[in-house]
């Protein structure tokens, strides 16, 4: 069995009815989202369209899908805005889309955006089903939907589409489909900075891959070599928790109900076991072709404007953005400290913070499959670490769903009438804070 054989066990039959309850659960929300954002910005004579394409970093991608690099704003403090900070997998896609359709520029990437984020909400569905069970799928799905910046899943930004390719990305690693995983995240790495995260993650279960084949540390903390594998003959990288039936019911439980535990993966029975040459060859393949995407967009950044390597870094200074390992943000939050409306502010900005690090510990010691916790953390580090506009924080946050993953769990053991009004009041609250937000100070 190869690489491209698996790739369709993805959409096998009775994949999309599967997560059916998930997608439609998404698309409320969703359209939630957009009847409140557009009342809203009636009220307030504003375009609701507008704001989702064409105001902050949605006219940048547009600009780039339209005439390319080589476009900067030079502001009177020094600092020059270049759109070079903008990875070209979005404008790319605005440009083909506006080729082939009457489509405009921006018309496209709001087509993009919707699209990838029915297809990031399939992949999350994906990963939470093969790690939990359908219901832990379905709820995670609706908190990713959500989220109070769930309304950068609908406007021409890359975020849901970074999502979606990490987390298809993600479903590869656990399933053992090597050269999909490495693709994928090679497109990730094309679509935004935080795409080493995915690469991050595909390089991990790799590596734990070939120690697990010589003997390495089990689920107490010794390798062993893997007896079993993924349907296509490659590692399963789910936990060692308790195995759940594939309904997603406990044994002599509630149907849908996942234990605590992630599921453990099946062989499938396939002709290729983990360490044979094959597997090892689309392993190595996949390893190689993940960070292709990202660094060969840095290195071509480092090339046109003369600076190498470390061009890159230079444009999105100019932006100020870099990662101090949270010192600005530290010193950003203790100044709201000062007075006592602020402090307020301080008080719920260490509230997030804690919120965010709680949930990774959770994922830790639920024992999420090993790159879910690398990608995870990845993103948490580079969201919470950079010295970037602060306001921006929440919404590079967005793409780190496997933090959702503790909370599905949780709303999955509520009976499904308590869960459908829990998730109906917070999707209410999430739309109409998206509303006011975008037609407020907004998303840089």
């Excluded at 989702?52 to 020059?80: C, H, I, K, M, Q």
């Excluded at 359709?101 to 093969?130: E, Q, R």
């Excluded at 990774?360 to 690398?374: D, G």
Aim: charged share 15%; aromatic share 10%.
């Amino acid at each position: 069995m190869n690489d491209l054989e698996t790739r369709a066990a993805v959409a096998r039959p009775g994949a999309l009815r599967r997560a059916a309850p998930a997608l439609l659960g998404y698309a409320a929300v969703r359209a939630l989202g957009l009847v409140v954002l557009a009342g809203w910005s009636e009220a307030r004579g504003k375009s609701a369209y507008t704001l989702l394409t064409a105001r902050w970093d949605s006219l940048w991608y547009t600009r780039v899908a339209e005439l390319g690099y080589g476009y900067e704003v030079r502001l009177p403090n020094g600092d020059v805005h270049s759109n070079l900070a903008f990875f070209p997998l979005l404008p790319w896609l605005e440009r083909l889309a506006a080729a082939v359709s009457p489509l405009s520029y921006a018309d496209g990437g709001f087509v993009v955006s919707l699209l990838a984020s029915l297809a990031a909400a399939w992949g999350i569905f994906a990963v939470a089903d093969h790690v939990y069970g359908r219901r832990a799928g379905v709820c995670a799905v609706l908190l990713w939907a959500v989220l109070p910046v769930g309304i950068v899943q609908s406007m021409a930004y890359s975020e849901s589409l970074f999502t979606a390719l990490a987390a298809w990305a993600l479903y590869a690693v656990l399933t053992g489909r090597w050269v999909t995983a490495g693709v994928l995240a090679g497109l990730a790495g094309l679509t935004r900075p935080v795409g080493l995260a995915v690469v991050a993650a595909v390089w991990t279960a790799g590596v734990v891959a070939f120690l697990r084949e010589r003997g390495g540390p089990a689920s107490d903390g010794t390798f062993v070599r893997e007896r079993g594998g993924s349907a296509s003959g490659g590692t399963s990288f789910v936990g060692g928790g308790s195995a759940l039936p594939g309904a997603g019911a406990r044994e002599g439980g509630r149907a849908g109900t996942p234990t605590a535990g992630p599921r453990t993966g099946a062989s499938g029975g396939a002709p290729d076991g983990p360490g044979a040459p094959g597997v090892r060859l689309r392993r190595v393949a996949g390893m190689l072709l993940a960070p292709l995407g990202a660094a060969g967009y840095v290195l071509w950044v480092g090339h046109r404007t003369g600076d190498g390597p470390l061009g890159y870094l230079d444009v999105q200074a100019g932006w100020r953005n870099g990662f101090d390992g949270g010192y600005a943000f530290a010193r950003f939050v203790a100044a709201r400290f000062t007075s006592f409306p602020s402090a307020l502010a301080g008080v719920a900005l260490l509230a997030g913070v804690g919120l965010v690090v709680w949930l990774y510990v959770l994922c830790v010691r639920q024992r999420q499959p090993l790159p879910l916790l690398v990608y995870a953390g990845v993103v948490t580090a580079l969201a919470l670490c950079a010295s970037s506009y602060f306001g921006s924080k929440p919404r590079l946050l967005m793409p780190a769903f496997p933090l959702l993953l503790p909370l599905a769990l949780l709303l999955a053991r509520t009976r499904t009438h308590r869960l459908v009004r829990v998730v109906g009041a917070v999707a209410a609250a999430s739309a109409v804070y998206g509303a006011f937000w975008l037609n407020g100070s907004g998303p840089p």
